[in-house]
T-cell receptor, first 113, second 115 residues
Framework: GDSVTQMEGPVTLSEEAFLTINCTYT??????LFWYVQYPGEGLQLLLK?????DKGSNKGFEATYRKETTSFHLEKGSVQVSDSAVYFC????????????FGGGTRVLVKP | DTAVSQTPKYLVTQMGNDKSIKCEQN?????MYWYKQDSKKFLKIMFS???????INETVPNRFSPKSPDKAHLNLHINSLELGDSAVYFC??????????????FGPGTRLTVT
C-alpha cells in the first residue's frame, strides 16, 4: 500500500537556523505530494504542494522538491523563526485512490529564541 | 467566514454513549472527508463522500457511521463509544477537478475524550 515516512522529532533549533525535514514515500500510482503544518491547538493547514516530478512547492520561506528518482519530498527553510514551531506532516494523495491523503507520522519542530 | 467548521470543538463523554460530530463546509466543494488523529499525532483517513455518495471507507468499525445529508455537510455518528475512540477528529473538503489537484481544506478538529 501507499505510505509516507518522515523523520521523527522533536527537532529543536535556534532562531535563524536551517531546517530540513526528510520525507520519503512509496506509492502504487503517481502521487501528488504535500506538506501540512499544524500549529499548537489548531487544525491542519496546507503549507505547500507539488503534483509532478521536479516540481518545487514553496510558501512562507519553505520549499520542497518532488524527486521521483529518490521518492522524496524533503522540506527546507533557510532561516526559521519561533513562529515556525509546529508539527509538520508530509502526505501524498492519488486520484485513482479517491484522493485520500496518506500522512507521515509528523515531525514536531521547536524553535527557540 | 469559516470555510470548514466542526461542532463541537471538545466532546467529553463516557464509555458506551452515542455521540455525533458535525461538519459543514461553505466552499462549494463536492467531496468531504473524516480523518482521525491519535494521541501520537498520527493521522488516518476514515471516510470520504463525493456528492453524498460514500467513496472511501477505511476499515473503520461499524460503530462509526458517517451521514451526508447534502454536499455541504458530513456528520459522524459514533455508537457505543470506547476508550480507544479518544482522538481528534478532523473534517476536510475538496473539489474534484478533472486532471487537477484536489486540494483538501481542513476544519479545526473535534477533540473527543472518552472516560
Amino acid at each position: 500500500g501507499d505510505s509516507v515516512t518522515q523523520m521523527e522529532g522533536p527537532v529543536t533549533l535556534s532562531e535563524e537556523a536551517f531546517l530540513t525535514i526528510n520525507c520519503t514515500y512509496t506509492a502504487t500510482g503517481y502521487p501528488s505530494l504535500f506538506w501540512y503544518v499544524q500549529y499548537p491547538g489548531e487544525g491542519l493547514q496546507l503549507l505547500l504542494k507539488a503534483t509532478k516530478a521536479d516540481d518545487k512547492g514553496s510558501n512562507k520561506g519553505f520549499e520542497a522538491t518532488y524527486r521521483k528518482e529518490t521518492t522524496s519530498f524533503h522540506l527546507e527553510k533557510g532561516s526559521v523563526q519561533v513562529s515556525d514551531s509546529a508539527v509538520y506532516f508530509c502526505a501524498l494523495s492519488i486520484k485513482a485512490a479517491g484522493n485520500k491523503l496518506t500522512f507521515g507520522g509528523g515531525t514536531r519542530v521547536l524553535v527557540k529564541p | 467566514d469559516t470555510a470548514v467548521s466542526q461542532t463541537p470543538k471538545y466532546l467529553v463523554t463516557q464509555m458506551g454513549n452515542d455521540k455525533s460530530i458535525k461538519c459543514e463546509q461553505n466552499l462549494g466543494h463536492d467531496t468531504m472527508y473524516w480523518y482521525k488523529q491519535d494521541s501520537k499525532k498520527f493521522l488516518k483517513i476514515m471516510f470520504s463522500y463525493n456528492n453524498k455518495e460514500l467513496i472511501i471507507n477505511e476499515t473503520v468499525p461499524n460503530r462509526f457511521s458517517p451521514k451526508s445529508p447534502d454536499k455541504a455537510h458530513l456528520n459522524l455518528h459514533i455508537n457505543s463509544l470506547e476508550l480507544g475512540d479518544s482522538a481528534v477528529y478532523f473534517c476536510a473538503s475538496s473539489q474534484r477537478e478533472r486532471g487537477g489537484l484536489d486540494e483538501q481544506y481542513f476544519g479545526p478538529g473535534t477533540r473527543l475524550t472518552v472516560t
